[in-house]
Nanobody, 127 residues
Framework: QVKLVESGGGLVQPGGSLRLSCAASGLALEHFAIGWFRQGPGKEREAVSCISNKEISEWYRDSVKGRFTISRDSAKNSVYLQMNDLKPEDMAVYYC????????????????????WGQGTQVTVSS
């Protein structure tokens, strides 16, 4: 049984940082493309970042480029999202997801491509 669990969310002031973690059981994340998504209040779920299975391809939405970094730790079977210089518009529930069908060295951005999802972690950016 595949299970993804996000952690690391919380309350942070504008300009602050958080590191989100996505830990997996029942699935070796290193073999699959992993995406981070978010859904803010009253908004649709949107892709934030993704990383291919061999870490060659990464993608970031324009609004987080230069502030967010996605990474993997295969030994811990985890994927991370380092978020710096957080802004109020980053406030959302953040989800990680695994795309079991992505080709090598590629990650997709549509949520529909992803097969397994975590339960989400809340990120609140407020002074």
């Amino acid at each position: 049984q595949v299970k993804l669990v996000e952690s690391g969310g919380g309350l942070v002031q504008p300009g602050g940082s958080l590191r989100l973690s996505c830990a997996a059981s029942g699935l070796a994340l290193e073999h699959f493309a992993i995406g981070w998504f978010r859904q803010g209040p009253g908004k649709e779920r949107e892709a934030v970042s993704c990383i291919s299975n061999k870490e060659i391809s990464e993608w970031y939405r324009d609004s987080v480029k230069g502030r967010f970094t996605i990474s993997r730790d295969s030994a811990k079977n985890s994927v991370y999202l380092q978020m710096n210089d957080l802004k109020p518009e980053d406030m959302a529930v953040y989800y990680c997801a695994a795309d079991l069908g992505a080709p090598d060295d590629w990650c997709n951005t549509p949520a529909e491509a992803y097969d397994s999802w975590g339960q989400g972690t809340q990120v609140t950016v407020s002074s």
